[in-house]
């Protein structure tokens, strides 16, 4: 491992951004050091439902995006069959007759595979939902382990040469003349770059400390709008083993997984979202996760569950929109900002948002060739991505 990192390029987040980057730009062979101020994946990359979404429930609405999250989910079942939860063979989606069909051509038209099955298998993962569908698939999505994710790209990243630093958190960047010079750290090291890619998601706490520093990448004049949402998910004892969403229930959903001490769970969500406030972190709601539980009692009626095993936990990421994506409520694209284009303009910096955990393959590779085509403008192409 280097020991030096003056003029490496900088990432700073250690999530599935920061860390599919740092992977491909040290393929690459670009001296590359990504700072992370808490322990790798620490916030939204591990506080998610671990959905692996094949890219179907955004596929009525976003066919491209639908096609992009196919690909993205195919390359890392491909790069990291290890971290998918074992023993699921898909997702089962519930659909009210009226729409079917819609929803039937969508998946077709973004060439992801779905076949309808018997009623009977519904019934069983969810007993009391006769009244919510009509119709049922099921879809390639599948319960992931963030975690395991996580640490294959780091090794990846890490046998590139790579340098990784935990417990790093980044206080200030330093512009001059148009660029960030260095970036300072909580421990009062500066550290020299020849350029810096923030991946640092939604941490409120965060969003505020770039604030200070003038280089909030929401600030200004900008070609893209920055909100930090978040929404609320509940865990419970194991109430079913299939992954299952109902798109017509607002999304209701639930992903099974097992826990690092080998205990079975159902994580449970609805496609609801709140705008957070920078701030404070907090956001106006607080109430879905009562709302998630009235529905489980709904669909599971005889279920039961002591007390202390429900566990709600709300977590933020940050939704980025380029003025062209104008309709609110859709999925937002994998950004990545270059910092060149917008004002205050700085020529190496680049901010980078997945929109999706999932999507992080697309992510990488498309900041990895913007960094390169920056910093070595003779190369056409990037090597082939180690999970392709
Ligand atoms: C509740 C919730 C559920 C979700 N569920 C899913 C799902 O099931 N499937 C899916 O595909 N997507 C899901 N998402 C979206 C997904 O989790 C995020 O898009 C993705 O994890 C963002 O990754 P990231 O690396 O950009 O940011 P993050 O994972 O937030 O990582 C940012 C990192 O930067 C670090 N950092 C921050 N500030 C600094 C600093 N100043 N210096 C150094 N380091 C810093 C943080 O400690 C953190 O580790 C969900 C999101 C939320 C909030």
Redesign the pocket.
């Known amino acids: 491992m280097r020991n030096v990192a003056d003029n490496d390029v900088i990432i ?7 860390l599919s980057i740092a992977a491909l730009l040290a393929q690459e062979s670009i001296p590359v050091t990504l ?4 322990e ?6 591990t ?7 094949s890219g179907a429930y955004f596929a009525r609405r976003q066919r491209e995006l639908a096609e992009m999250c196919y690909a993205s989910f195919c390359r890392t079942v491909r790069f990291c069959p290890e971290c998918l939860e074992p023993g699921q063979t898909g997702m089962l989606i519930g659909l009210m007759a009226a729409a079917a069909d819609d929803w039937t051509a969508a998946w077709e038209a973004a060439g992801i595979p779905c076949h309808a099955v018997d009623a009977g298998e519904m019934r069983d993962a969810v007993p009391g939902s006769e009244d919510v569908w009509d119709t049922v698939f099921r879809l390639p999505d599948r319960s992931f382990r963030p975690t395991v994710l996580l640490r294959r790209l780091a090794d990846v990243a890490r046998s590139r040469g790579a340098r990784i630093r935990t417990g ?4 200030r960047l330093n512009c001059h003349d148009g660029t960030v010079q260095s970036v300072e750290t909580g421990d009062r090291e500066t550290l020299h770059c020849s350029m810096v890619i923030i ?5 409120p706490e ?1 969003l505020s ?2 604030t200070a520093c003038g280089v909030d990448a929401g600030a200004g004049q900008s070609l893209y709008a920055r909100v930090a949402i ?2 609320e ?1 509940v865990s419970l004892p194991r109430l079913s083993p299939d992954p299952f969403c109902f798109p017509e229930l607002d999304g209701f959903n639930h ?1 099974p997984h097992r826990l690092p001490d080998d205990r079975a769970v159902s994580v449970f ?1 609805l496609d609801r979202w709140d705008v957070v406030s920078p701030s404070t972190g907090s956001s106006e709601s607080a109430a879905a996760g009562t709302e998630i539980l009235s529905r489980v009692h709904r669909l599971f009626p005889q279920a039961d569950w002591p007390d202390d095993q429900v566990r709600c936990w ?4 940050v939704q980025v929109m380029h003025a062209d994506q104008t309709e609110p409520g859709l999925v937002p694209w994998p950004t990545v900002i270059d910092h060149a284009q917008e004002h205050p303009s700085l020529d190496n910096l680049f901010s ?8 992080w393959s697309h992510l990488a590779e498309d900041a990895a060739r913007r960094v390169v085509r920056r910093l070595k403008p003779v190369q056409s192409r990037l090597a082939t991505p180690p999970w392709a």
Do not use: D, K, M
Not at 35 to 38: G, I, K, M, Q
């Open positions: 700073v987040g250690g999530g599935f951004s920061g700072l992370e101020a808490a790798l994946g620490h916030l939204a990359s506080r998610n439902q671990g959905w692996l979404y790093i958190r980044v206080t991946a640092t998601g939604a941490g965060e400390r770039f978040s929404t998910l992903l969500g709300r977590a933020s990421t980078v948002y997945p929109g999706r955990a999932t999507l």
